[in-house]
């Protein structure tokens, strides 16, 4: 019999108690098939990228832990500076991509847009949730469109840039695992410790571009530019 992770071995900080079932679906049926099953059955679901945002308590969670195994990249219209002088170019990355693969690829087929956000731990899936940023840069200038299993309606939706209602840190996805319509103030949000809107897949406009726009004062200094 193999014994599930703990919190503990699935988050950067290292601390977190037992877990009763650990589940790393591989297709995208079988995440959706993983969150149906903890939220049919009504146990805590925790849907888990890279760990790096979450402080776990000691306690077991008497629930299921789910985390996306899947990375793959899929650039959606490569040819388009070539053939219509388009720079915008769509890429599309799995929900369990690694933050910083989809950035090192980004670069490496000459798009701009999440280059300064190099670097931080994570996964596609989680970025969108915290709205990550850094030297300027934030995921929400360049998010297109984000595909979530919506685990009240029960349905895959498609929500675009405004649909996901982003701000500092923040998003629409990570309100709903803090509050909804009619809760009742101090008690639980029956999605909690996971938004109501399961992240499938991410896609992203990036500019084919041999320059970057500088817009951080620091790095401007490391790079001996002017921002902007
Ligand atoms: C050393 C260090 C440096 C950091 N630097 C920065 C920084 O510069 N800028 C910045 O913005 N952040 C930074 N962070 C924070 C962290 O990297 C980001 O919040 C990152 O997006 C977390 O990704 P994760 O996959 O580890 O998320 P996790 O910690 O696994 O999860 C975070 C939350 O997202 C939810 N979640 C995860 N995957 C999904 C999904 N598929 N669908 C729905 N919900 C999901 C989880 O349920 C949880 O509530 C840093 C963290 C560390 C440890």
């Given at each position: 019999?193999?014994?599930?992770?703990?919190?503990?071995?699935?988050?950067?900080?290292?601390?977190?108690?037992?877990?009763?079932?650990?589940?790393?679906?591989?297709?995208?049926?079988?995440?959706?098939?993983?969150?149906?099953?903890?939220?049919g059955k009504g146990v805590p679901l925790c849907?888990?990228?890279?760990?790096?945002?979450?402080?776990?308590?000691?306690?077991?969670?008497?629930?299921?832990?789910?985390?996306?195994?899947?990375?793959?990249?899929?650039?959606?219209?490569?040819?388009?500076?070539?053939?219509?002088?388009?720079?915008?170019?769509?890429?599309?990355?799995?929900?369990?991509?690694?933050?910083?693969?989809?950035?090192?690829?980004?670069?490496?087929?000459?798009?701009?847009?999440?280059?300064?956000?190099?670097?931080?731990?994570?996964?596609?899936?989680?970025?969108?949730?915290?709205?990550?940023?850094?030297?300027?840069?934030?995921?929400?200038?360049?998010?297109?469109?984000?595909?979530?299993?919506?685990?009240?309606?029960?349905?895959?939706?498609?929500?675009?840039?405004?649909?996901?209602?982003?701000?500092?840190?923040?998003?629409?996805?990570?309100?709903?695992?803090?509050?909804?319509?009619?809760?009742?103030?101090?008690?639980?949000?029956?999605?909690?410790?996971?938004?109501?809107?399961?992240?499938?897949?991410?896609?992203?406009?990036?500019?084919?571009?041999?320059?970057?726009?500088?817009?951080?004062?620091?790095?401007?200094?490391?790079?001996?530019?002017?921002?902007?």
């Open positions: 019999m193999t014994t599930s992770p703990s919190f503990a071995d699935l988050t950067t900080i290292g601390v977190g108690g037992r877990i009763a079932r650990f589940e790393q679906p591989t297709s995208r049926v079988g995440i959706i098939e993983a969150v149906e099953d903890a939220d849907v888990i990228g890279g760990g790096s945002n979450m402080l776990v308590a000691d306690a077991d969670f008497d629930g299921i832990v789910v985390r996306d195994a899947r990375q793959e990249i899929v650039v959606l219209d490569e040819a388009a500076p070539v053939e219509g002088g388009d720079t915008t170019v769509h890429i599309s990355a799995d929900a369990g991509t690694n933050w910083d693969d989809l950035v090192a690829f980004s670069i490496q087929i000459g798009l701009e847009g999440i280059e300064g956000l190099s670097g931080i731990p994570g996964t596609v899936g989680a970025s969108v949730v915290q709205n990550i940023g850094a030297y300027g840069q934030e995921v929400a200038t360049s998010v297109f469109a984000v595909e979530v299993w919506d685990r009240e309606s029960k349905v895959v939706r498609t929500l675009s840039s405004e649909d996901m209602g982003f701000g500092y840190r923040t998003s629409a996805l990570k309100r709903s695992m803090y509050a909804s319509a009619g809760n009742v103030a101090g008690q639980r949000n029956p999605f909690f410790p996971t938004p109501r809107y399961v992240v499938l897949s991410v896609s992203f406009a990036l500019r084919h571009s041999d320059t970057g726009v500088v817009a951080f004062d620091q790095l401007a200094r490391a790079l001996r530019v002017d921002i902007g």
